[in-house]
């Protein structure tokens, strides 16, 4: 079978001018692209099924919901809906992403370069050739941004993308902090690799 455009890697720069491009759209057509409030949004949902009594409707409540998570009543009741009623906008956009990479990974056709990817020669050089534990480091420093972003009020797509895009100080602050721990860590965890 021929491999369509879609299935090759992008270079760095066209892969940037998309992306770029589709912030650009998110932001102008519905709203910035931020990802990390799902996973809360997420966790009401699956404490609402145990907990029955965490999101109530509430008539006086500004978006209509409370509940008596703090974090969940924020902005009136903002996440509280969300996780009430989670057929919106960013939630769908979450499971799009999720859907989108697996059907990129299906469509890829070229195995070498692929394989590549799960453990890159960087790596191999330093840790070795193990699949298992490349994927369990890249679980560990997921789950560490993800607590990151939600200390910080926002992930690396709300803060340093579309944050950046509309010249939010946060987004600027919020990326000089990412850099300023990421390239030290970087150059430790590679340390003597060339």
């Not at 809360?40 to 006086?60: E, P, T």
């Not at 990129?104 to 298992?132: H, N, Y």
């Not at 690396?156 to 990326?175: C, V």
Request: with cysteine; proline share 3%; net charge positive.
């Amino acid at each position: 079978m021929k491999s369509f455009i879609f299935q090759k890697q992008w270079s760095w720069r066209a892969s940037g001018i998309a992306l770029g491009l589709a912030f650009l759209l998110a932001v102008a057509l519905v709203k910035p692209i931020g990802v990390s409030t799902q996973f809360v949004i997420l966790d009401g949902m699956a404490w609402d099924l145990v907990y029955n009594d965490l999101i109530v409707k509430d008539s006086s409540a500004k978006k209509g919901y409370s509940s008596s998570n703090v974090y969940l009543n924020k902005s009136g009741g903002k996440y509280a809906k969300n996780a009430a009623t989670p057929i919106n906008y960013s939630f769908i956009f979450v499971i799009a992403m999720i859907v989108g990479g697996f059907i990129a990974d299906r469509l890829q056709s070229d195995k070498e370069s692929k394989e590549a990817m799960v453990v890159p020669a960087i790596w191999q050089s330093k840790f070795g050739q193990s699949p298992g534990k490349r994927h369990m480091a890249t679980f560990v420093g997921g789950v560490l941004v993800l607590i990151g972003a939600r200390l910080a009020g926002g992930c690396t797509s709300g803060h340093m993308m579309s944050g950046m895009m509309q010249t939010s100080l946060s987004g600027y602050l919020f990326t000089i902090g990412t850099f300023a721990v990421a390239v030290p860590v970087a150059i430790y965890m590679y340390k003597g690799v060339e």
